[in-house]
């Protein structure tokens, strides 16, 4: 499974929370991600969640990447296409998003993925940032959103 998620890049966007980091690390690790990429993080998560996740990604073998803002990540690490996951919030619908998605990585691109740490939605200048895409239609904690996505991606790519 690695080699198919070799080009996707999950992002943790605006976070202020260790568990919501290590959460995320946890899961991003599970479906054998490459590369975790972690923007804005603040407070306990960037003193006390940022080592922590990089103790559990070392022993998973994936790297993680800590970013100022999420424009780092398409200036930084050059994606082809970035996905914000939303719920409750207008977006492409997860069905028509996934296809797309697969496609890309299979061609070799890199994509990422994002979720917002915090219980906010995107920003409208972090939105112009990508496609927002709808997983859900009630609010959801981001963790699960990013799960739905990788589970259903992952689902094309086998």
Not at 53 to 59: R, T, Y
Not at 124 to 145: D, F, I, N, W, Y
């Amino acid at each position: 499974m690695r080699e198919l998620f070799k080009g996707l890049l999950p992002v943790l966007h605006n976070v202020a929370s260790v568990h919501r980091v290590l959460e995320f690390v946890r899961l991003c690790t599970s479906f054998n991600c490459n590369s975790i990429i972690i923007t804005r993080p603040t407070g306990a998560a960037a003193q006390q969640g940022i080592p922590e996740a990089f103790k559990i990604a070392l022993k998973e073998g994936t790297s993680i990447v800590v970013l100022g803002e999420l424009k780092d990540v398409l200036d930084v690490v050059k994606i082809e296409k970035l996905y914000l996951l939303t719920a409750e919030e207008e977006g492409e619908p997860l069905e028509n998003i996934i296809e797309e998605a697969a496609d890309l990585l299979k061609s070799g691109n890199k994509i990422g993925v994002a979720v917002q740490g915090q219980d906010l939605p995107f920003l409208p200048r972090e939105k112009q940032l990508g496609t927002c895409v709808k997983v859900l239609e009630k609010r959801t904690p981001a963790t699960s959103l990013c799960t739905i996505f990788l589970w259903e991606l992952s689902k094309k790519l086998t």
